[in-house]
Nanobody, 128 residues
Framework: QVRLVESGGGSVQSGGSLRLSCAAS????????MAWFRQAPGKEREGVVS???????NYADSVKGRFTISQDMTSNTMILQMNSLKPEDTAIYYC??????????????????????WGQGTQVTVSS
């Protein structure tokens, strides 16, 4: 079993920055992909960015150039640095983990069923 705990959400004005963290514990040796998903009110959960254990990343077009994902394998922690935030980034952000997947020419595609472990979510609110 893998446990994921997010931290770092909050409220910020448009153009501001936030940093989210996800700490993984338990049987982390099975993790090949980690990702951030988000869900805004009334919308479906969507993939934001994923990272494969070897460091390959996969960003959603909506966040490219603004968000940066990184991971610290020694502490099993994943970081999401979010800059130039926009009101449309407002959502609950979820950390997710799963096995290593290669599909469609990339590692860790943002397919929800491929991620078997989820955090509780952290709220990000961006005001205009």
């Amino acid at each position: 079993q893998v446990r994921l705990v997010e931290s770092g959400g909050g409220s910020v004005q448009s153009g501001g920055s936030l940093r989210l963290s996800c700490a993984a514990s338990g049987y982390t040796y099975n993790i090949g992909c980690m990702a951030w998903f988000r869900q805004a009110p009334g919308k479906e959960r969507e993939g934001v960015v994923s990272i494969e254990s070897g460091g390959s990343t996969n960003y959603a077009d909506s966040v490219k150039g603004r968000f940066t994902i990184s991971q610290d394998m020694t502490s099993n922690t994943m970081i999401l640095q979010m800059n130039s935030l926009k009101p449309e980034d407002t959502a609950i952000y979820y950390c997710a983990a799963g096995g290593r997947v290669w599909s469609g020419g990339r590692y860790c595609p943002h397919h929800i069923p491929a991620f078997g472990y989820w955090g509780q979510g952290t709220q990000v609110t961006v005001s205009s």
